[in-house]
């Protein structure tokens, strides 16, 4: 895990050496263990920051270049395979690590075929120096971020928009077309940012520039086209797969030469992770939990701890440490804050590296197998309440954050993101049946923002996160062989009939089973009281709360920008009215916090 920069123009870069310099050092807690730099004349910069996880002797260092000193290579992430792929290639390998079977396969078989044969995550540029052609590939699910900018005469990019500002090159200009997107899904959907004319590369796709930065854009990954729908199967067989491909997808991610530990709220898929971790280590498993005295899930997480045996830390926090740490994490985020929990997490992971370095966290369990019970039942209850609208404006109601009504008196800036990506996603949902196109939604879009999450709360303290449910083989697998009927599972013909009088908010977890083989492969490891309570997100009190973030956002908002005049007020008042009032109110917070810390300074030098 590491952090990548890069400059590339088309002409001799001023200062070229000093404003990579400036990038690497904005993303130095990306990797404190080393840093380096190549250069092209003046026209191609290539900037690294390490963090050493594989192969931590220094030849394994970047750049990286290939024995044919044609590639020239920086990478953020890993490569779970090499081990295996390495053997694929007759080539001269100087280091053990994950980032020379990289160069090897680009060099001999070339970069599709690496990316075909690669089980990882990763954000890598590849700079030819033959062609003098450059080439930024995102890993398939956009574990790994990986941000740029072009305009006529330079490409800058990097793993944080932060340095993109850094290197001088760049005006930071507010995307206002931002606010509406973020307030609808916590995150802003790629390509975009909340910065103008700065992108990120989307998953499963790859940039290649020419010296005249001409722009291609190749898609190498996506979804299956297939769809399990069987009503005829044998679910202990597909349970022992299931289990086998879990299994797999963990013990990639136990590869490691410093310490490793995971995340243990005491929910089914961080004790599902934590228990084949700990089966499959020889050593004591390091496990991390955190909550509020308002409310945590304490008494969970040490059932799974104890009968694991692992080396578990509680950590308790106060409503001050949350509310001291918030502005510092969006300056480490370049964006408001999605999720309430980024900063308890990021306070989690500032504690576990004081013993590990590598952590598993459970992301992409409920995208896999219909988790999110009451919004993934949205096609069983349009079908038998026939409202009279498209299912996709039916199921975006339920889906968006902030609701659109509420946005539409509040806000005063463009809705242009909106428009697009309804037009682009009710095409896509025209494609396929209701219940499958929620899965491919949530895969798509939803699981990237957690993703986000995950990268900036780990990285902020140099800790690498791996997320094994997000595994693309994992994927591929439950969409082509786990049939509907075992993701979301009515508990009797009686039950699917009951439900037909109600909905997913009252029904779901008490007449079906979300996530119903991942649990009962969870009984060959864990207790029934995990598996069988209810599902709880991670809770952060905040309408607890709710006087204080009143007092900030009378304070902030009322000069902001991209509010209506005189909304405030209205804002607070409309806020109480929702179950989740004090996470609207603190969204809106979040992006005058977010504005200030960004556009009130000049980046250009």
Known sequence: MCGINGIYSKNTVSEIKARIESMNDSIYHRGPDSGSFYFDESKLALGHRRLSIIDVREIANQPMHSNNEQWHLVFNGEIY????????????????????????LVQELGIDDFLEKANGMYSIALYNSKNKQITLIRDRMGIKPLYYYKDEENL????????????????AKFNENAVDEYLANRYIRSPYTFFENIFQVPPGSYLTLDKNLKIKET???????????DSEFDEKKIASQLDNKITKAIKYRLISDVPLGTYLSGGVDSSLITAITALSKEEVVNTYTIGFEEMNEFEYSKIISEKYKTDHHEILMKKDDYMDQWERLIRFKD??????????????????????????????????????GRIFRAAFDYNQQSPNESFYDYFI?????VSRSLRDQLISTPKKYRKIFDEKIKADFRTHANDENIFRFFHKYHVKGLLQRVDMTTMQTSVEARVPF?????????YKKVPYELKLNWLNKEAKQKALESDANNYSEVLDIPKYLLKKISYNYLPKEIIERKKVGFPVPLTKWFENLETQAKQLLENASWLKVGVVEDLIK????????????????????FKRNYFHKEWRW
């Open 470 to 478: 997000l595994d693309h083989e994992l994927i591929e697998f439950t």
């Open 335 to 372: 964006a408001p804050l999605g999720v309430p929990n980024e900063i308890p997490l990021a306070v989690m992971s500032k504690k576990l590296k004081e013993k590990i370095t590598v952590v598993l966290s459970g992301e992409g369990a409920d995208e896999l197998m219909g988790g999110y």
């Open 156 to 171: 800058i990019f990097s793993s944080e928009i932060k340095a993109i500002l850094s290197s001088g090159l760049v005006e």
């Open 574 to 593: 409309k806020s109480k009215t929702e179950t989740r009032a004090g996470q609207i109110l603190w969204m809106f917070i979040n992006i005058e916090l």
């Open 219 to 229: 898609s190498y990954w996506g979804l299956p086209e297939e769809f399990n729908r």
């Open 397 to 401: 109601s339920k889906y968006d954050y």
């Open 81 to 104: 395979n090499f081990q295996e792929i390495k053997n694929l290639v007759d080539y001269d390998f100087k280091t053990s690590s994950d980032t020379e079977v990289i160069l090897a």
